[in-house]
């Protein structure tokens, strides 16, 4: 769907490659204004955005016990965006 939303999704690991559970993944920064929503991640720390428009945004992902990890992406309208996370 041309100019709509994109949808922004991956998984989120842990040093070790595992994927983090209760992770909480946010856009931090980004063109406009940012909805006030965050996804939590599963079992296999996968989660999913919708951005509302298109642009260069800037994810964040905070977990318990590890330092917060930020993650640019520039996205297109209506396409769909991966972007693995990755604890240090």
């Not at 983090?20 to 296999?44: K, N, Q």
């Not at 642009?55 to 972007?83: H, K, L, M």
């Amino acid at each position: 769907m041309p100019g709509g939303p994109a949808i922004v999704n991956g998984i989120v690991r842990d040093a070790s490659g595992a994927p983090v559970d209760g992770a909480r993944v946010l856009f931090a920064d980004g063109p406009g204004a940012l909805p006030d929503v965050a996804a939590l991640t599963g079992a296999g720390g996968q989660f999913t955005l919708s951005a509302p428009v298109a642009g260069t945004y800037r994810i964040q992902c905070v977990a318990d016990g590890r330092a917060p990890v930020d993650v640019e992406v520039t996205i297109r309208p209506g396409e769909s965006q991966r972007v693995d996370v990755g604890f240090r």
